[in-house]
């Protein structure tokens, strides 16, 4: 047999100089493939005694395994170096903006609704609804406005054609005419609030012919002007999340209720900007009341034994007011520079144990 | 309404100051919407004397004043040229706010004097232009008699806070300032004056004649008249000018501003006509007859119609009965003898007519909402009085046609409603009190149920609820403790139904989308209605606010489309929009579709280093649309698409989503002719789903269980074919064909190319599809692999012609 000692140090230090992996295949198959040195020298243990060659197989399986681990090692320096090469040729310059992405807005009424609802559906409101086209019976009269009572003009009414049996159409002038289908539909205990939109003939400043109201409607047979108080404070003081938001209940009529209330919430004008919370001043923000006895018979409710309360509020002004949004033509002009500023992010789902909207 | 602090204390005997009543009105019920209080503006100004004036060192124009304005001397540097010693003057210290100019005052030195306020002329009191020189004695006389130190204002007549309060419609004992008074002592702010008695005793027989005609007696049931003959009218003396000038009104004659008080003071309406002019002497009330003419007082001509009432006489009509007289009977300065008018006028006839006509006046006002019937002879009393003592003459006999109508009615009345539905407790002698000083009788009853009477001023009280009010309002609404609701169980239920979450799912999905929400008109015009297939009659508004908004929209893309060309104008061409909300097929009550639509408009982004945007198309669209319909619930895998949209769409790049018979999405490029009908520059692709026809899962019987999953162990195996067909074959008909070939085995069908060439041939197209095999109880052997591909092949030769591509 050969030297394997000098054999074992020639093989090793080839792979060892194999500066990339095609020279490192190359010292590999110059030991181990099949016309390899190690190989060769396999084939020559047939030619020997069994005590030799059982001795020769060890000392060359050994330089073998030597020659294999020293190959294997330095393929994994070698593959190192080769891929730190190609990712240095990778890098590119980060500072340039990512690809567009357009992400959308919720519009603010949409979130103030959701935002509504949410703390109405903790004090056991569920809402209900309504169409936009009603019939005059459902948005006056049964509301108890008598024909030609100067009630009705208090709203400036879009009309439509009559209906084929003469009934007057028109456009819902505020949210209540679901409080009538809702009475007329379901028995008490009633406990619905009903967002949505309203119409009337007004076009200026302050107002739009089209606006959102939510509608609140409570009956059974013992809530009083109490609760509705308690009510409306905690839904106040929820919404704008001022603790001690004050309410200001002054009487006033609409046919519909009796007692009748404004409310107006605690606000300061300094400066010309409103401010809401305890700052002496107020602002209107609702009318409520007691539903009147009239109008539960008129949904065919015995009004010598339940009564209730109901409440409309507009959508626009308390969002303007929470918000700082600060004219409300601009809700409908659908200016993408508005949505993107008042808009909010669709994963914000107002919700009272994760928080409103803030 | 407008009244006067001192118009009010002719009826309400009180100490109270101005806030302290303007709060109590809207406290009452009666919003003050404002108060405006001329002394509050004047309080820093006083009566001053100038001790001495002496000239300035340093100027020739100006004087160094000593000044006493009551609490020690003060030295005022003055330009006026009537300031001099021992004048009375107004002084303002420094500190105050000059009305007049808008200053606030400041201590300074004028060449090198210190000056320390100002005596000020009318004009920078802002009661005038006059500037020539400071307030004195000679233009203001009172300045000698008043003490220094006195305050100014009520020297100038400034002292009289006017409040202008809202008066609801229910309200109309509030139209007059007694009536507020009267709400006022209720609450405690002072007393009630009597009216003066003042009833005056004929001295002849009213020479005039007059009647009602038979059928409008109930328009008008009652009307007292009485001719004061020798009166002489002229301008009214100061009090009543100042009176009514104060509250907006302008005088006229005495006679006419009578009436004007009258009005104002008890809600009490009253008309004079000159009865020299009153032709054939004799009066008529009765229905209008079609087409009468009314030359009116406001110089304007109206035609009258059925239905109206008038005062006529033997020419015609000469006063339009509770809302305006006529011009030819009217009264002036010649006139002596005077026809003075007290009647009633139905208000829901009064109320039509003046909304016919287009006439707003005092009169109606107050007619439409309802005049006391139980005043009407009281008023003519009081007014003939009022016309006797300012401008002479003597009085008729009063002659009534018709009669006080019925208005005496009781209601029941449980004292513990105040609590049981007004949630406060108020003594029973507490309430009686507040009712009884409303002028309500409270009468014995049976038990806890009394009967109380309702004063003839209040045809607004019909029911207990209305007592509870009067009882509430008075005691202050602020009594009422706030009551927390009774909880209904102690985890709050979901408020919102099946329709409302699918909506705020949709939205926020569309948002997730990149879509920004809008809030758009429900009514668009008429054209662009019909564009969009609004054939409905029913729908057109009777009296739109602008003709662009006459129409309930039929869809909302238009109105999208509108939205993305206004932006486009501003500059933001690339637009991604939303809205759901209603659409409107008729005006019954299920002719509103909930309705989710979306636009993509424009370049669909910025230039970018990496990436060039791209323009949407009807495949953007077609995602939008699915994504809802996911959103919403629909069972998407069941929906056929055919390529039948309205034809505001591409018709060749739009199509529906329907199940069977029912379309419940429509989506694609819009047809571009419609774009520029409506001024929009396009391409834009848009999507409309209907919410309201997706149909709902009935509630599972599992709740809110998931069917059981079953994995499967063994590995998928994937094979591509190639099917050539008909280029009309649908490209979904082979893929369902495909995957009809064994529903077990094939979990999934995609198409990964489409290709026309020239090498198919004519009308023929090469549609690529990879089919995933899933084995269910064993790994596949290549025999059975190549079994199910047989079939598949099998299958789209036989569902759609087409062969295996060579």
Known sequence: MEDLAALRDELIGAVEAAGDLPALDQARVAALGRKGRITDLMKTLGTLDAEARRRAGQELNALKDAVAAAVEQRQVVLAGRDLDRRLAAERVDLTLPVRPERPGRIHPISQTIDEMVAIFAEMGFAVAEGPDVEDDWHNFEALNFPPGHPAREMQDTFYLPDRADGARMVLRTHTSPVQIRTMVSQKPPIRIVAPGRTYRSDYDMTHTPMFHQIEGLVVDETTHMGHLKGCLVEFARAFFQVDDLPLRFRPSFFPFTEPSAEVDIGCSRAGGEIKIGNHGDWLEILGCGMVHPNVLEACGIDSTRYQGFAFGMGIERPAMLKYGIPDLRTFFESDLRWLKHYGFVPLDIPNVAFGLTS | ?806
Request: aromatic letters at 4%; a negative charge; one cysteine or more.
């Open chain 2, 1 to 806: 309404m407008k009244f006067t602090a001192s118009w009010l204390r002719e009826h309400l005997d009180t100490q109270a100051a101005v806030p302290a009543i303007a709060e109590a009105l809207t406290a009452l019920g009666l919003e003050v919407e404002d108060v405006a209080d001329p002394a509050a503006a004047l309080a820093p100004f006083r009566v001053a004397r100038v001790i001495e004036a002496t000239p300035h060192p340093n100027a020739d124009r100006l004087r160094v004043c000593r000044v006493d304005a009551g609490d020690g001397e003060v030295q005022v540097v003055c330009g006026a040229p009537n300031a001099r010693t021992g004048m009375k003057g107004v002084f303002a210290p420094a500190g105050s706010h000059i009305p007049g100019t808008g200053i606030d005052l400041k201590a300074s030195a004028i060449r090198g004097v210190d000056s320390n306020g100002m005596l000020v002329s009318e004009r920078e009191l802002g009661l005038s232009d006059e500037h020539d020189g400071i307030i004195d004695e000679a233009s203001l006389p009172a300045l000698a008699e008043a003490p220094i130190g006195a305050p100014v204002a009520p020297l100038l007549g400034q002292d009289d806070a006017v409040f202008d309060v809202a008066i609801t419609p229910d309200r109309p004992d509030c139209t007059g300032v007694r009536g507020i008074a009267r709400d006022l002592a209720a609450a405690g702010l002072g007393r009630l004056k009597p009216l003066p008695e003042t009833p005056v005793a004929g001295d002849f027989d009213c020479p005039i004649g007059l009647a009602i005609a038979e059928d409008t007696r109930d328009a008008c049931p009652l009307f007292v008249g009485r001719l004061i003959r020798g009166v002489q009218n002229g301008p009214s003396p100061d009090w009543l000018q100042r009176r009514l000038t104060a509250v907006g009104l302008r005088p006229i004659s005495v006679l006419v501003d009578i009436t004007n008080l009258f009005t104002l003071d008890r809600a009490r309406p009253l008309h004079v006509f000159d009865a020299a002019r009153i032709g054939g002497g004799a009066l008529t009330v009765r229905m209008a007859r079609n087409g009468e003419t009314l030359a009116a007082l406001n110089d304007r001509s109206y035609t009258l119609a059925e239905g109206m009432t008038v005062i006529a006489d033997a020419d015609g009509a000469q006063s339009l009965g509770g809302i305006i007289g006529g011009e030819p009977t009217s009264v002036d300065e010649t006139t002596t003898d005077v026809f003075l008018e007290a009647a009633l006028f139905d208000p829901a006839r009064t109320a039509a007519t003046g909304r016919r006509l287009g006439i707003l006046s005092d009169a109606r006002y107050r007619f439409e909402r309802g005049v006391d019937p139980d005043a009407v002879l009281a008023g003519a009393e009081a007014a003939t009085r009022l016309i006797l003592d300012l401008c002479g003459g003597s009085a008729s006999r009063p002659v009534i046609a018709g009669a006080v109508p019925d208005w005496q009615r009781s209601v029941a009345w449980r004292p513990a409603r105040t609590a049981t539905l007004g949630g406060v407790d108020v003594p029973r002698d507490r309430q009686v009190a507040i009712l009884q000083a409303l002028g309500f009788t409270v009468e014995a009853g049976d038990g806890d149920r009394l009967s109380v009477a309702v004063p003839s001023w209040r045809p607004d009280i019909a029911g207990e609820a209305d007592l509870v009010e009067e009882v509430l309002r008075v005691e202050g609404y602020d009594a009422i403790p706030a009551t927390p609701l009774e909880r209904m169980g102690t985890v709050s239920r979901p408020a919102v139904g099946p329709t409302q979450r699918t909506e705020r799912r949709v939205r926020r999905t569309l948002a997730a989308r990149g879509l920004d929400e809008a809030v758009t008109w429900s009514f668009l015009a008429a054209e662009t209605a019909a564009r969009f297939g609004q054939a409905e009659p029913g729908l057109t508004l009777v009296n739109p606010i602008a003709s662009d908004l006459g129409v309930m929209r039929p869809a909302i893309l238009p109105n999208l489309i509108d939205a993305a060309r206004r932006n486009a104008a501003r500059g933001l061409a690339d637009v991604g929009l939303f809205e759901v909300g209603p659409a409107y097929r008729h005006a019954g009550a299920d002719g509103q579709d909930t309705v989710a639509a979306g636009l993509r408009a424009g370049p669909g982004g910025p230039r970018h280093w990496d990436r060039a945007p791209r323009p949407a198309d009807a495949f953007d669209a077609k995602a939008d649309a699915l994504a809802v319909l996911t959103a919403a619930g629909a069972p998407v895998a069941n929906l056929q698409v055919t390529q039948d949209a309205p034809d505001w769409f591409h018709p060749g790049r739009s199509a529906v989503f329907r199940l069977g018979a029912t379309v419940l999405a429509r989506f694609g490029e819009l047809h571009p002719a419609v774009l520029s009908a409506l001024d929009a520059a396009g391409p834009m692709a848009g999507f409309e789903v209907f919410l309201n026809r997706v149909p709902q899962p009935k509630a599972a019987k599992a709740g809110a269980r998931r069917p059981v999953l079953t994995l499967s162990p063994f590995q998928p195996v994937d094979r591509d074919f190639a099917f050539v067909v008909d280029e009309a074959v649908s490209a979904d008909a082979v893929v369902r064909a495909a995957r009809a070939a064994d529903k077990r085995l094939i979990a999934d069908v995609a198409v990964f190319d489409v290709f026309l060439g020239a090498a198919l041939g004519e009308g023929r197209k090469s549609v690529a599809l990879a089919v995933t095999l899933q084995p269910v109880d064993a790994t596949l052997t290549e025999a059975e692999i190549d079994a199910v591909a047989q079939r598949i092949v099998a299958n789209v030769a036989k569902q759609t012609g087409g062969t295996l591509r060579g």
